[in-house]
């Protein structure tokens, strides 16, 4: 490939390919994100491959063939699209794909068993864009994921790719700062801070060096967005960090990527090559004497390097240890130079805002969060996977219309926010809208956007102590509260879940959470409270159950329940007794078993074999 | 250095690694973590090696060694079985799974099983969260893992 080396030659490219395009071809899309490539995803790619030409029909000539990134809805991957026809095929197996190209790709028929049956209300829907999961969504972040191949810059060039970078490069970078300040765009990796101000705030500092950085070391558990979107649309990270690299100027960029996404950095790569080989990248880019490259960086496992003076420290190959929050890294940032850092979803929404215009993107969302916002919708939750709405949307709308109400019939109880810096949300305070101002106000926040349903058999004194568990490990162990504090509360907590809370523990821990919120040193550990601080406010009853009565609500702590079986349920098939590694469950064929419970370990294999519902923990 | 297992390492490879990048401390992560595909830990070798070359104080770069957790100091087993601890796993009973494995592999998290066919982790999140609980071998994922097939799973793996 030449490079393009002008805005009349990218056109020219467009065009050119769009015209080679056959129109309204009957096409197969499948999902290759991470879910479905662990469901089987490449044998039935496999499968499309052979099928089409064991029929004597060509790929590309009779039938599109193309793989993509994530749909988002993992749960009942693999997926498999049909275009034009906008029909969606749920868990498709490599014994299904005869059958689908005969009946929907050679004729115009569904195959009823692979569509979309809601849980519900047992209705079946065949389009994609009328299944509940899509019907409410709002693509904007996830714009060209599970439509474009991510492997193809043609692909994204034919879905407007780069337009944005040209329009962007005709403007004046003060021009293009107001714009994004203009669309109201807000970080979108936790912190909320406009990213428009921030663009401001480093171009402002005198210095001949500046750079952009991408933190893509996704880490809040329960948050897998920026994944996607590396995976699936890797190109418009990179479009929307030359734009900002052009608007802020600077010459390099760095993405920092989690070391457990291997596919993400494959992903980069390739693009990277592609945009280099084009043009897009490197000296001049587009010829208009713009100088921009980016080098990918893969993280190493440790969480507080999604912290952002942290992250910069690991860029430069040292121990990621944050540093204290007043110096800023717009002005001294990676190398101690002005730099800009922000988050995967971020970058990738530059490019459309720089082509559709700010207003455009700030007619969605609220007064203070504009545009829309990718959430990892999991937990206890029928539907579950990414989805991208508008800010505002309310938390019971996501979990009942989109995520289509919980799991099993069980009652709702609370959602959590905001990864291990976040915080729980009850049932009745659930119509409130999900922005960044709304959530910090009820004790939690946006994060990256994760949202963990949790239901009535979920403890909430068992998801604190998961979290700070959690933080006591990422911890960097620089600060004093947060290296002391944590195992601190890690123990009390510990000690409430076991049996041996006692009258002044929720004080105590209250306590603490203060201590962590004013005296740490970085964003980690100052906002490490908010598990405790949250569930303690909106589930005080579920703290002294344990403490005073000993026993836990949900079924949960396990030094708290005992298992056994009912007698009126139990069918005698010994399944159960099979299985115990203890050994401790007896009864004849046919008759109710007993566990004997002086030998229970309280493992629940019974309970997970069980097919009869027989196993009770109270 | 303390609780490293001395074993004979392919010197050449190390320098091949070494060569491989830009002589630059930026790179120093991405070296050890090359180290931590190729040898499936990260040698003593390899580190006074790699602080030679890039003129950097090998207490540097062991520092780096215990900050990160995706490398390791001491070998590994043949296959790395990761247990999935992120929330929405945690919801969907993945400590009852991590403990069915360590009771049937008779090994403790964050360590090789005597044969040295497993090394058991617990991550935090490994992103796959509308599958859980997952369990990641080696680079094979497998979602809605359920405690008593999970020994399935891993059975797969000699």
Sequence with gaps: MKAITSFEQLEGYR??????????????LICFGTGCQANGAVAVADAFQEEIVKKGLKVGVNIGLKTTGCHGYCENGPLVVLRPKDVLYLKVKPKDVPEIVEKSLQNDTIVERLIYKDVNTKETIAAYHEIPFYKYQKRIALRNIGNVDPKSID???????????????????????AEVEKSGLRGRGGGGFPAGTKWRSCRAVDSDVRYVMCNGDEGDPGAFMDRSIMEGDPHSVIEGMIIGGYAVGAKQGYIYVRDEYPLAVKNLQAALADARAFGFLGKSVLGTGFDFDIKISRGGGAFVCGESSALMRSLEGKVGEPRAKYIRSVEKGLYDKPSVLNNVETWGNIPVI????????ASFGTKGSKGTKVFSLVGK?????LVEVPMGITVRELVEKIGGGILGGKKFKAVQTGGPSGGCIPEAESDLPVDFDSLTAAGSMMGSGGIIVMDENTCMVDVAKYFIGFLVEESCGKCTPCRDGLPRMHKILSDITEGNGKEGDIATLEELCDVLTYAALCGLGSSAANPVHSTIRYFREEYEAHIRDKKCPAGVCKSLITYSIDASKCTGCTLCSKKCPQGCITGERKQAHVIDKSKCIKCGVCKDVCNFDAVRIE | MAGQVRKKVDTKQIDKIIKSYDKSEESLLAILQDFQRSFQYVPEEGMKRLSKYMGVPESKIYAMGTFYKALSLTPRGRHTCKVCMGTACHLKGAGQILETIE???????????????????SVNCVGACAMAPVVVVDEDYSGHVRQSKVMDILDKYK
């Design chain 1, 381 to 385: 939750v029928n539907n579950t996977g």
């Design chain 1, 354 to 361: 720089m082509q559709n215009g700010a207003e455009w993107y």
């Design chain 1, 155 to 177: 692909d994204y060039i034919l879905s407007d790719g780069y337009k944005g970078l040209a329009k962007a490069l005709t403007m004046k970078p003060d021009d293009i700062i």
């Design chain 1, 15 to 28: 065009e050119k390919i769009k015209a080679s395009q056959k129109k309204d071809l009957p096409s197969v």
């Design chain 2, 103 to 121: 009771r049937e592999l008779k090994v403790k998290r964050n360590s090789t099983t005597e044969d040295q066919r497993f090394t058991v982790e």
